[in-house]
DNA sequence: TTGTATGCGTTATCAC
DNA sequence: GTGATAACGCATACAA
């Protein structure tokens, strides 16, 4: 059995406030009583009950971070990031995945309604839905969102600017002298997918390129949705010169499709890929890719949700952080 | 503010106690009144506090897993294993990440201690120190360890053979002419990559080829070092014509590095990766790997953890997996 | 500076 | 079947 307040109270024969105030270094508490209250502690390696301390204090310095996908490095960049600052905060994290189902969401939400943890960072996943909504209302708006967007706007959240990102990605592709520019993006009644398509929209229009809606193509975010896209693409009417692929799964099954097909990057197809990380670093020919400010969209997300917790500052903020184009062998035209 | 039980004990005119029993399903509580009071918890969105739930219960349903590298997909993999595993039994999981750090595990060993999971799964990670095995004494053993080895015999593990795993991959490559073949692991005081090299050695032996010591390697599990590795081994005396990588992230540099170099896999190198994952199966040519079994290091591990758990089984088992050599392309002898 | 008393929200043990 | 009541381990307001 785990040693407990009362236990050391006794053996420093003080009252449990006293030894509470000793570990919680609050004062009011004698120098002499608090060495010797110290080093009983430390002796019998005491290990705070934190249900109990979370009960009374009303407070766990737990953050529950819930992600829509685990398979995303992306993603992963985020957590890790996140978890990073965290510990620099004296918090914990825990780490939960929805795999993208709405009821996982919601059971992983009764964290945060259960005074399980103090705040929550949404990551990613489909518009936000009236469970999570309610439950910010409810929690005190102890939630951020990171990459994900709501209908109405509500949350303190951290956000990817994708249209910026694809308009650059646009402008880059034209440069090299590219005229036929896909896009692949994902389900068109996602609010995000929409940003992106109004990107690849405006850079369109700036560059003087005419729009042809058969190049926009929407996929799941899994690499065999990106394998079979191109697949459907080549047989289809238009066939583009270039790839603009906006998420890091898809862009891996479409351009092990292109290989596969006999296809040379970017000899035939120039490719512009999302996410730079170990994954799509390793494809070869090096990818160009628009970069996801990955570490600063974890830091800023925590940031955000200590500020709503400890200040319950209760007004919404918003921070919209650019990627940047990495420009690698892939979408470099042979004619240039 | 949330909703509290004796909220609805108060709507409901009846017991605190009696409510408790109604939402917990336990016997001694009138039709009626059950269905009342279950009326009103659901229309006033009650989540029972988990805190004080696990205080006056002794019991979370929540349990730790600890890894000690988030990088590698195949970590992530059993990760998800586990989780999918817990979720079906009603647990839910505590990630945390040691960035193979000793005081970040020892941490996140205080979540035990404190009485804030069930219990713990490690993933990875070096030789078990002291504090774990304190903890395992003083915790119940409610530890479950996964791909690490302690001094003692004295955990409940769920290994992968790599022993067995190395010796299939030599016979392949010897089967395929492969002559010189180099075993590229971790530090050599570790006990799980002594285990390698010992089925490096057994197969070579059986085999009938030499041991040559200039042809086993340890380095850090990351890129870099696999890079670095092979800059290092084409400067040196003993050229191999055959690589097993018994990491994934060394690897991944490793193949990076020859190709960098000019060379052509599997022609000047052949190459035995490790992990069948989207990492590893990015890259070109296809890799053949040791495909560790990370779905069933998972779902055992998780199985093992409640056992501990719920049945207070305190006789420690071990269970090991052997990986399955996946051949592809990469270890393919042209002259074959 | 220190001790006493109370409460946090639940579960569990008694009575009735 | 139901209701008091005492834990669970800690924090805190207040009294001393």
Redesign the pocket.
């Known amino acids: 059995?785990?040693i407990?307040?009362?236990d050391i109270a006794r053996m420093a024969?003080?009252?449990?406030?006293?030894v509470?105030?000793a570990?919680?270094d609050?004062?009011?508490?004698?120098r002499?009583?608090?060495l010797k209250i110290l080093k009983i502690a430390k002796e019998n390696n005491?290990?705070?009950?934190q249900?109990?301390?979370g009960?009374?204090?009303?407070k766990t310095n737990m953050i529950a971070v819930i992600m829509a996908e685990m398979d995303s490095p992306g993603n992963i960049e985020i957590v890790k990031s996140i978890e990073k600052a965290a510990d620099e905060k004296g918090y914990q994290i825990i780490l939960c995945n929805t795999n993208n189902q709405e009821d996982k969401e919601e059971s992983y939400l009764s964290l945060l309604e259960s005074?399980q943890v103090d705040g929550a960072i949404f990551i990613g996943g489909k518009l936000v839905g009236s469970h999570l909504l309610r439950a910010s209302f409810s929690q005190d708006n102890r939630i951020v969102l990171v990459n994900r967007l709501a209908e109405e706007n509500f949350f303190t959240s951290v956000l990817t600017d994708y249209s910026q990102g694809i308009y650059q990605a646009v402008e880059h592709l034209v440069e090299e002298n590219f005229k036929k520019i896909a896009l692949v993006c994902g389900s068109r009644d996602d609010l995000i997918e929409e940003e992106k398509i109004s990107g690849y929209k405006n850079a369109l229009r700036d560059s003087g390129l005419d729009l042809n809606q058969e190049l926009i193509f929407s996929t799941a975010n899994d690499r065999q949705a990106g394998y079979n896209v191109f697949l459907e693409i080549i047989e289809g009417d238009v066939i583009p010169d270039a790839f603009i692929s906006t998420r890091e799964l898809t862009t891996i099954g479409l351009v092990e499709a292109i290989k596969m097909g006999g296809y040379f990057i970017p000899d035939d197809f120039a490719v512009v890929g999302y996410g730079d990380n170990i994954l799509t670093s390793v494809i070869d020919p090096p990818l160009t890719v628009l970069s996801e400010p990955v570490e600063e969209l974890g830091k800023s997300s925590l940031e955000f949700l200590l500020k709503l917790i400890n200040d319950n500052l209760d007004s919404q903020q918003i921070k919209v952080l650019t990627p940047e184009l990495i420009i690698r062998e892939s979408s470099i035209s042979k004619y240039n």
Chains 1, 2 share one sequence.
């Open positions: 059995m785990q407990t307040l009362k024969d003080v009252a449990e406030s006293t509470s105030r570990l919680n609050k004062p009011g508490v004698g002499e009583t608090k005491y290990r705070p009950n249900l109990a301390r009960l009374a204090a009303k005074n």
